[in-house]
């Protein structure tokens, strides 16, 4: 290996103070603000927020504040114990709806904290009824997806003691709205027309994916999710997210050495290599490697070699100086590149976020 | 789809209340304190923890505690905030070794936490006597694996003074343990020999992996992890965690219908299916999906179509009656076999386990 110039001298040394080791999770929540305001203005309908999974890894206790703040008077969780947690965030008033509806041992928290089960089987219903006779409910209907909600002949049955009931709204979710050309969407829309044909409650059946289809799939309710936070497949959506990793170290390898675990990458030339906190434990998806980059001021900067729990190598032979950080996320790489990266989707590189980052917010 | 036996005889539905809509994480902490001892039986010399990662996703206030008391007195972390969380359940007394180093910003949590930083740079050693004049410290050599580490000719340069300030150990990493023919195994062994000849500060080269290798790889100190969570390649580990899902409803479905997001899977026959709760959300990676498995009893429940953010959907058209849950991890599937179904390995799995887990420890 190459003889560095070492620079023993102490005193010319200034200890930084202003740094971390852990990488800068930057959150604007101004972005998601304007985010849910213009998915608001594309529809006449009325326009909840999808919080679920922690607000899609982006910290439920400063992202509902605002989306409630914004206008947003529905939202939406997977879980009661979501439903439990965001009602403390958000206090009375806003309903909170759960998609995975009215579970065995959900009653107490329904009840404590609020929340409207979206049922999703006649079991549900009658669990509903039997332990909280009049508490709020709505009702998801299963129209071609085959994940949650009731199928048509489930439905026709129960339709009528579910309507005396007074259900809150009636949801559905598609399937393909990411693929605006898929016939799935038409053949679901359909669908849920057919079954909700004569009834006067609330309808809504479209994240963020449908209410960019257009009118016909907004109904009197959207709920977008993964648009707020800046992902796609809504294209304008402001970006939300940074993400900045620190340089631990920089090291000259020769031609043919071998960086990272197995050997994973081997220089072509004799080149500079810098060690960057942040690994697979942090969310930096390990089938990112080889063919992912960071960036700084805009250049790539190749990841070489796998990524490892904490760490992460880069190859920044080309760059004149190793700064302090390298961004992975940010203004030169949406969420959804870094997505490609993995060969995954935005939403999950969202949840994959890890819990070592320093998060900070953007007001 | 087929019309289903719809029994609305509310009475005869009994409200269930021990269920939760969260899947159960069952972690065994009476494993990892054996996976310990038995890593410990293995060598003659002192056996380390490495705890880094949260206990690589298990949770450090219920892991570390555990580890200490069957004997650990050398803890290992990726970065100072996490020395911090350790120092807090830990306690005085056990030493706490910081694997990123004395990185800008570090100093006060080195000092306050005593925090024992493997300095990996010439930077990183004379901004430690700077900040921490007399503050333990240990250091790090790069013996090929080119990630993190002073290389051999920095080492070269700062060796005396380094040696002259009394460090607590000297410690490499391996790049290829996990595979005992890989001629890097020895090459890097070789290095760190002479890297360190001569020298009468306490050694350490290997994890887990190297550990397996043999005496010549112990040195003075061990330093397993994933070991003792139960993951390759310690074949002999008890297995420490399993995850059970909640099952959330189920359907039957004709043939040639189509489940979950972008119509990922088609029945070629009648099927019944299962909606489980738990999504790449909550670490189930989503490179997961066709070909992955649950189990219930030992029997193998396919995965069909894509793992979506909360929910995956099953195959149960074999089971006679559809439980409750299914298991993910278990004794029938390892944390490596998930992983084989990710495409990743079993760090991974563990590292991305989620937060909305109920999480029961086994003490």
Redesign the interface.
């Known amino acids: ?4 110039a ?3 001298d ?1 005193a010319a ?1 200034p ?8 990488g800068t999770l930057t959150i604007d929540l101004n972005a998601i603000a304007a985010n849910w305001s213009a998915l608001n203005r594309m529809t006449a309908s009325e326009t909840g927020a999808v919080v ?3 607000a ?2 982006l910290g439920i206790e400063r992202v509902a504040p605002v989306l409630a703040q914004a206008g947003a008077r529905q939202f939406f969780v ?5 439903g439990v947690a965001l009602r403390r965030v958000l206090g009375s008033g806003p309903e909170i709806n759960v ?3 009215h ?5 107490d928290m329904i009840r404590s904290a609020d929340l409207t089960p979206m049922i ?5 219903m ?2 509903h ?3 909280l006779p009049g508490h709020r409910f709505g009702l998801q209907l ?1 129209t ?5 909600g009731m ?4 439905w026709a ?2 339709r009528d ?1 579910a309507l005396n009931q007074n259900p809150t709204m009636i949801i559905s979710h598609l ?2 709205a ?2 605006p050309d ?1 016939p ?1 969407n038409a053949a679901q829309l359909e669908i849920f027309r057919e079954m909700t044909a004569g009834i006067n409650v609330p309808r809504s059946l479209s994240a963020t994916g449908g209410t960019l289809l257009g009118p016909d799939y907004h109904f009197d309710l959207t709920r977008p999710g993964v648009g707020l936070y800046g992902g796609m497949p809504f294209v304008d959506a402001q970006p939300v997210v940074s993400l900045d990793l ?1 340089v ?2 920089t ?3 020769s031609a043919g ?7 994973g990458w081997v220089a072509p030339r004799p080149s500079q ?1 810098a ?1 960057v ?1 942040g690994g ?2 942090d969310g930096l ?3 990112m490697g080889n063919g992912a980059t960071l960036t700084h001021k805009g250049r790539k900067v190749p990841v070489v ?1 796998r990524v ?4 992460i ?1 880069v190859d920044v032979t080309h760059l004149e100086q190793v700064p ?1 950080h390298l961004q992975l996320i940010g203004m030169h790489q949406s969420v959804d590149t870094v997505a490609e990266f993995a ?3 935005g ?2 590189v969202l ?2 976020l890890g ?2 980052y320093d998060r900070v917010y953007i007001t």
């Open positions: 290996m190459p003889t560095r070492l620079a023993l102490l040394h200890v930084k103070t202003d740094a971390m080791t852990t679920k999974a922690n899609y890894g997977a879980v009661a114990e979501e998609f995975s509806g579970m065995p041992g959900d009653a999703n089987t006649v079991d549900q009658i669990g009824v039997e332990a299963n071609g997806m085959n994940r949650l199928d048509p002949a489930e049955a129960l003691i399937a393909c990411d693929d898929h799935m620190p631990i170290q090291r000259d390898v050495s071998a960086v990272g675990y197995a050997c290599i060690t906190s697979y434990a998806i390990r089938a070699g490892s729990m904490d760490l190598t302090e060969g995954t989707i939403y999950e949840t994959a819990s070592r």
